[in-house]
C-alpha cells in the first residue's frame, strides 16, 4: 500500500507561483510512476503532470498541454517526495489537486491506483 499525502495548496493571485509536495509513505516511490491530476467544481478529474521511471535515475515528464511551459514536475526519491512547481498561473487553474501513483504508468486517471485526498489551489484574477 502507497499513502499519498498533498501539501502546499493555498490563494494565490494571478501570475504567481506555487509549489505542490506529495509525500509518500508505505512503499518507496523510485519506480513508480506518479501524477498529479486536478478536478474544478463541476468538471472532471483531468491530467496535469506525470512522470515515469525508466529504470536507474531516468525519468520522462509529461504535461498537458494547457500547463506545458508553466508547471515543472519533479521528483527527490530520497524524500520519497513529488512536486509540481507551477508559475504564471491563471484563474483557470483554479481546483483540487490530486498526487497519484502506481506501479506502472498510465496517462489516465483510471491508470493509477493510489490517491491522496488533494489539495485546494485558488487563483484569483
Known amino acids: 500500500q502507497v499513502q499519498l499525502v498533498e501539501s502546499g495548496g493555498g490563494l494565490v493571485q494571478a501570475g504567481g507561483s506555487l509549489r505542490l509536495s506529495c509525500a509518500a509513505s508505505?512503499?518507496?516511490?523510485?519506480?513508480?510512476?506518479m501524477g498529479w491530476f486536478r478536478q474544478a467544481p463541476g468538471k472532471e478529474r483531468e491530467f496535469v503532470a506525470s512522470?515515469?521511471?525508466?529504470?536507474?535515475?531516468?525519468?520522462?515528464?509529461y504535461y498537458a498541454d494547457s500547463v506545458k511551459g508553466r508547471f515543472t514536475i519533479s521528483r527527490d526519491d530520497a524524500k520519497n517526495t513529488v512536486y509540481l512547481q507551477m508559475n504564471s498561473l491563471k484563474p483557470e487553474d483554479t481546483a483540487v489537486y490530486y498526487c497519484?501513483?502506481?506501479?506502472?504508468?498510465?496517462?489516465?486517471?483510471?491508470?493509477?491506483?493510489?490517491w491522496g485526498k488533494g489539495t485546494q489551489v485558488t487563483v484569483s484574477s
Open positions: 497519484a501513483a502506481d506501479s506502472v504508468y498510465g496517462p489516465r486517471a483510471d491508470d493509477y491506483d493510489y
Open positions: 508505505g512503499r518507496t516511490l523510485r519506480s513508480y510512476a
Open positions: 512522470t515515469d521511471w525508466r529504470g536507474g535515475s531516468i525519468y520522462n515528464a
